[in-house]
């Protein structure tokens, strides 16, 4: 199970995974902050209609607690599939989905408020990405995008799976079903099988299953977490599907600059 922890009234959620030496991540949840209803209270996003003064106030507070060595690269995410390289990004708000930093000290950042925050670390502890993966930017290619970009090979990976809605509340479409089984070549066993049909004759949808099989039919041998479910649990998580508007949470990955590998 992800362990909680709790810094200078913080709480995050400390991943459940073999990481190497050197290697460090957080989830945030949603108490310690400072924004009002209904982005109460640790709301890190600074696009989704909340006071940015309350924002920069979480964001400070959750820098300080968890020791971050550098301020986090905040993405401006789309649900698309580009990657940045935080080692060389020059832009405040880089667009894109996906981040990889190989340079100690920087801080790669997911925001997520249902959808799936995936962590990547290489093996050797010298490579790390994130990456941000709804149902379009897993049916896109995003997590195969950004294995790419860490340019080493997929079996080289551990990766970590962060909270998500659970498929008890992930209703979809037929056109969701159609994207995946379209690819089933990514895929390391049947789409299907992350697909249930429910009562209302829709599909109830499971990210975490979706991510596993595209990560393994990549490559990847290795990948930790997955079962949360943040759209059933109000008390820890936002959720953009239970109701918007609402916060974000952030997933945290970095090198440690005080650790020598």
């Known amino acids: 199970m992800n362990a909680p922890r709790v810094g200078e009234g913080i709480p995050w959620l400390e991943p459940d995974w073999p990481a190497p030496a050197g290697v460090r991540a957080a989830f945030t949840l949603r108490s310690g902050g400072v924004s009002a209803a209904p982005w109460d209270s640790l709301n890190v996003g600074i696009h989704v209609g909340d006071d940015p003064a309350a924002v920069v106030e979480n964001r400070r507070r959750l820098h300080g607690a968890l020791g971050l060595p550098g301020e986090p690269l905040w993405l401006d995410q789309v649900h698309g599939v580009e990657v940045v390289d935080a080692d060389t990004a020059t832009q405040l ?36 990405g994130a990456a941000h993966a709804g149902w379009r930017g897993l049916a896109g290619g995003v997590l195969e995008a950004t294995l790419a970009a ?40 049947d789409p299907a099988a992350a697909f249930r049909r429910n009562a209302r004759g829709r599909w109830d949808c499971d990210l975490y299953e979706l991510a596993r099989q595209r990560l393994a039919a990549a490559g990847v041998h290795s990948a930790w977490g997955g079962g949360e479910d943040t759209c059933g649990d109000p008390g820890r998580y936002f959720s953009h599907r239970r109701g918007a508007p609402t916060g974000r949470h952030v997933a945290l990955l970095w090198r440690d600059t005080t650790v020598r590998l």
């Open 93 to 128: 708000r880089p667009r894109g989905d996906a981040v990889v930093a190989a340079r100690s000290g920087v801080v790669c950042a997911i925001q997520v408020a249902d959808c799936l925050p995936v962590l990547f670390a290489s093996l050797d502890g010298q490579r790390i």
């Open 150 to 189: 860490l340019d080493q090979p997929a079996s080289q990976f551990i990766v970590w799976l962060g909270p998500a809605i659970g498929a008890a509340h992930f209703e979809v479409g037929d056109e969701v079903l159609a994207a995946f089984q379209a690819q089933r070549h990514r895929h390391a066993g």
